[in-house]
């Protein structure tokens, strides 16, 4: 089961920006190949970091302005957010271990 949380600009701030644990952030869209191929790794994670990391993702043609804020050119692009701000950034799909090893940096496991 998912528990991946759908961003808006409605609740960006509250899920993101004030978010007590590290969340990261997958801008993404429906017609990107990588971004369709990293969806079921980050599902994965998501489940496996429940309480430790949060997941959200931003659709980039429904919220251009939120991708614009953070500088999103490409994507999928991964911002990793601790206490409000951007300490990672991952541009383009990887594999799961490579992902798993940025949850757990970001984390501090």
């Not at 899920?15 to 007590?20: A, F, G, K, N």
């Not at 790794?41 to 980039?60: A, M, N, P, R, W």
């Not at 490579?98 to 970001?106: K, S, Y």
């Amino acid at each position: 089961m998912s528990m991946i949380i759908n961003a808006t600009v409605e609740n960006f701030k509250a899920e993101v920006l004030e978010s007590p644990m590290p969340v990261v952030v997958d801008f993404w869209a429906t017609w990107c190949g990588p971004c369709r191929a990293v969806a079921p790794i980050l599902d994965e994670l998501s489940t496996e970091y429940v309480g430790k990391v949060k997941v959200v993702k931003v659709d980039t043609e429904a919220h251009p302005d939120i991708a614009m804020a953070y500088g999103v050119t490409s994507i999928p692009t991964m911002h990793f957010f601790k206490d409000g701000a951007v300490v990672k950034t991952i541009v383009g799909a990887r594999p799961k271990a490579t992902l798993q090893a940025q949850f757990d940096e970001v984390v501090g496991a």
